[in-house]
């Protein structure tokens, strides 16, 4: 069974800083892909950020040069760094983790942590 978990939302004023942790845990789970969504109230869930096995990071617009997404090397652990963060990344930020468990293609969602942008 895999579990997706996350960590580090809080309510944080606008200009402030937050860093995100996604914990995968699984025996056997190989993570190829891990990502960042998000949903608020009201609006459809979107992509923050993505980053592969081999490192390379995929930001949605509004994260270019605010947002850094990052794994831990040989780790099932991922984190996304938010700075300069705005009243509009108010928001539940979820992990999505993909890979596989043998043969078999998995991916599995987190239930999320809130992040509150707010004075």
């Known amino acids: 069974q895999v579990q997706v978990v996350e960590s580090g939302g809080d309510l944080v004023q606008p200009g402030g800083s937050l860093r995100l942790s996604c914990v995968v845990s699984a025996s056997r789970f190989r993570v190829y892909a891990m990502n960042w969504h998000r949903q608020a109230p009201g609006k459809q869930r979107g992509l923050v950020a993505g980053?592969?096995?081999?490192?390379?990071?995929e930001y949605a617009d509004f994260g270019r040069g605010r947002f850094a997404i990052s794994r831990d090397s040989g780790e099932n652990t991922g984190h996304l760094q938010m700075n300069d963060l705005k009243p509009g990344d108010t928001a539940v930020y979820c992990c999505?983790?993909?890979?596989?468990?043998?043969?078999?293609?998995?991916?599995?969602w987190g239930q999320g942590t809130q992040v509150t942008v707010s004075s």
């Open positions: 980053i592969t096995t081999h490192g390379y990071p």
């Open positions: 999505h983790a993909e890979g596989k468990i043998g043969d078999a293609m998995v991916d599995c």
